[in-house]
Protein backbone atom coordinates (compact mmCIF):
# COMPACT_ATOMS: atom_id res chain seq x y z
CA UNK A 1 0.00 0.00 0.00
CA UNK A 2 1.58 3.52 -0.78
CA UNK A 3 2.24 5.17 1.97
CA UNK A 4 1.73 9.40 1.97
CA UNK A 5 2.63 11.93 4.37
CA UNK A 6 0.26 14.33 6.56
CA UNK A 7 2.16 17.37 7.50
CA UNK A 8 0.86 19.88 10.36
CA UNK A 9 0.28 23.75 9.44
CA UNK A 10 3.60 24.58 10.51
CA UNK A 11 5.73 21.72 8.96
CA UNK A 12 4.09 22.28 5.61
CA UNK A 13 5.02 26.19 5.41
CA UNK A 14 8.28 25.69 7.24
CA UNK A 15 9.66 24.08 3.92
CA UNK A 16 9.42 27.64 2.26
CA UNK A 17 12.35 28.47 0.24
CA UNK A 18 11.45 32.21 -1.17
CA UNK A 19 12.22 32.65 -4.73
CA UNK A 20 15.29 34.41 -6.32
CA UNK A 21 14.79 36.78 -8.73
CA UNK A 22 16.81 37.56 -11.83
CA UNK A 23 14.22 40.80 -12.49
CA UNK A 24 13.19 41.75 -8.98
CA UNK A 25 9.28 40.07 -8.70
CA UNK A 26 8.91 39.65 -12.18
CA UNK A 27 11.33 36.68 -13.57
CA UNK A 28 12.67 34.11 -11.14
CA UNK A 29 15.91 32.18 -11.56
CA UNK A 30 15.60 28.78 -12.77
CA UNK A 31 12.36 29.23 -14.04
CA UNK A 32 11.19 28.44 -17.81
CA UNK A 33 9.01 31.55 -19.30
CA UNK A 34 7.09 31.35 -22.36
CA UNK A 35 5.74 34.67 -23.98
CA UNK A 36 2.65 34.34 -26.21
CA UNK A 37 1.33 36.81 -28.98
CA UNK A 38 0.07 37.14 -31.68
CA UNK A 39 2.50 38.06 -34.89
CA UNK A 40 3.89 41.54 -34.48
CA UNK A 41 2.66 42.07 -30.98
CA UNK A 42 6.08 42.54 -29.63
CA UNK A 43 7.46 39.20 -28.20
CA UNK A 44 10.99 39.69 -29.99
CA UNK A 45 11.37 43.43 -28.60
CA UNK A 46 10.71 41.85 -25.18
CA UNK A 47 13.29 39.67 -25.57
CA UNK A 48 15.45 42.23 -26.97
CA UNK A 49 15.07 44.28 -24.41
CA UNK A 50 15.50 42.21 -21.84
CA UNK A 51 18.91 40.84 -23.38
CA UNK A 52 20.45 44.46 -23.11
CA UNK A 53 18.87 44.48 -19.76
CA UNK A 54 20.68 41.54 -18.76
CA UNK A 55 23.79 42.01 -20.54
CA UNK A 56 24.44 46.02 -18.78
CA UNK A 57 22.74 45.51 -15.23
CA UNK A 58 19.54 48.01 -16.98
CA UNK A 59 16.36 48.20 -15.15
CA UNK A 60 13.59 46.08 -16.73
CA UNK A 61 9.81 47.18 -16.53
CA UNK A 62 10.60 49.56 -14.13
CA UNK A 63 12.52 46.59 -11.88
CA UNK A 64 16.16 45.80 -10.54
CA UNK A 65 18.12 43.13 -13.24
CA UNK A 66 20.67 40.69 -11.79
CA UNK A 67 23.70 41.38 -14.45
CA UNK A 68 25.26 38.83 -16.42
CA UNK A 69 25.89 36.78 -19.78
CA UNK A 70 23.09 35.35 -22.14
CA UNK A 71 22.75 33.28 -24.34
CA UNK A 72 20.11 34.23 -27.54
CA UNK A 73 19.21 31.41 -30.29
CA UNK A 74 17.91 33.00 -33.22
CA UNK A 75 16.52 30.73 -35.48
CA UNK A 76 13.88 32.33 -36.71
CA UNK A 77 14.75 35.53 -39.28
CA UNK A 78 18.65 36.19 -37.56
CA UNK A 79 18.69 39.26 -40.02
CA UNK A 80 16.02 40.84 -38.23
CA UNK A 81 17.03 40.10 -34.91
CA UNK A 82 20.25 41.46 -36.19
CA UNK A 83 18.67 45.22 -37.00
CA UNK A 84 16.60 44.97 -33.62
CA UNK A 85 19.67 44.89 -31.61
CA UNK A 86 21.48 47.72 -33.60
CA UNK A 87 18.23 49.71 -33.44
CA UNK A 88 18.24 49.25 -29.54
CA UNK A 89 22.04 49.74 -29.18
CA UNK A 90 21.78 53.39 -30.98
CA UNK A 91 18.45 54.10 -28.87
CA UNK A 92 19.76 53.14 -25.39
CA UNK A 93 23.67 54.73 -25.85
CA UNK A 94 24.49 50.66 -25.09
CA UNK A 95 27.20 48.50 -27.08
CA UNK A 96 26.24 45.35 -28.56
CA UNK A 97 28.57 43.85 -25.89
CA UNK A 98 30.19 40.28 -24.90
CA UNK A 99 27.68 39.40 -22.53
CA UNK A 100 25.61 38.88 -25.49
CA UNK A 101 25.87 35.48 -27.13
CA UNK A 102 24.12 34.34 -30.44
CA UNK A 103 23.50 31.42 -32.35
CA UNK A 104 21.98 32.08 -35.19
CA UNK A 105 20.77 29.15 -36.89
CA UNK A 106 18.07 26.34 -36.45
CA UNK A 107 19.28 23.09 -34.62
CA UNK A 108 17.94 20.63 -32.12
CA UNK A 109 18.83 22.06 -28.88
CA UNK A 110 19.34 18.25 -27.03
CA UNK A 111 22.11 17.60 -30.30
CA UNK A 112 23.90 20.94 -29.18
CA UNK A 113 23.68 20.82 -25.83
CA UNK A 114 27.41 19.88 -25.19
CA UNK A 115 28.60 23.10 -27.43
CA UNK A 116 25.96 25.39 -25.47
CA UNK A 117 26.94 24.03 -22.30
CA UNK A 118 30.62 24.42 -22.66
CA UNK A 119 30.34 27.95 -24.00
CA UNK A 120 28.03 28.57 -20.14
CA UNK A 121 31.11 27.28 -18.80
CA UNK A 122 33.87 29.59 -21.10
CA UNK A 123 31.57 32.76 -19.75
CA UNK A 124 31.27 32.08 -16.55
CA UNK A 125 27.58 31.01 -17.36
CA UNK A 126 24.44 32.54 -18.71
CA UNK A 127 21.58 34.27 -16.46
CA UNK A 128 19.67 33.92 -19.11
CA UNK A 129 19.22 31.56 -22.52
CA UNK A 130 16.55 33.09 -24.71
CA UNK A 131 14.66 31.08 -27.57
CA UNK A 132 13.47 31.82 -30.92
CA UNK A 133 13.34 28.46 -33.50
CA UNK A 134 11.61 28.40 -36.28
CA UNK A 135 7.93 29.05 -35.78
CA UNK A 136 8.23 28.53 -32.02
CA UNK A 137 6.96 31.77 -29.46
CA UNK A 138 10.21 33.33 -27.70
CA UNK A 139 10.96 31.51 -25.00
CA UNK A 140 12.89 32.59 -22.04
CA UNK A 141 14.83 30.20 -19.97
CA UNK A 142 16.63 31.20 -16.86
CA UNK A 143 19.51 29.71 -15.40
CA UNK A 144 21.43 29.75 -12.03
CA UNK A 145 24.65 31.43 -12.90
CA UNK A 146 27.55 28.83 -13.94
CA UNK A 147 24.95 26.26 -14.50
CA UNK A 148 22.92 25.59 -17.99
CA UNK A 149 20.39 23.27 -16.39
CA UNK A 150 16.63 24.67 -15.94
CA UNK A 151 14.54 24.67 -13.11
CA UNK A 152 10.59 23.44 -14.84
CA UNK A 153 8.22 24.86 -13.18
CA UNK A 154 4.19 24.94 -14.70
CA UNK A 155 2.12 28.05 -14.55
Known sequence: M?????????DFVGGFVAPEYVVEGI??????YSLTAKTGHGKTAICVDLTFAFAHG???????????NVCYLVG???????ARFLVCAEAYGLP???EMNFIPSVFLIEEKFEVIQAKAEEVGGFIAVIVIQGAVTP???FLPPYLLQARYRAG
Open 96 to 98: VNK
Open 2 to 10: DQITILSGL
Open 58 to 68: RNFAGQAVEQG
Open 27 to 32: IQRGSL
Open 139 to 141: TLV
Open 76 to 82: ENPDDVR
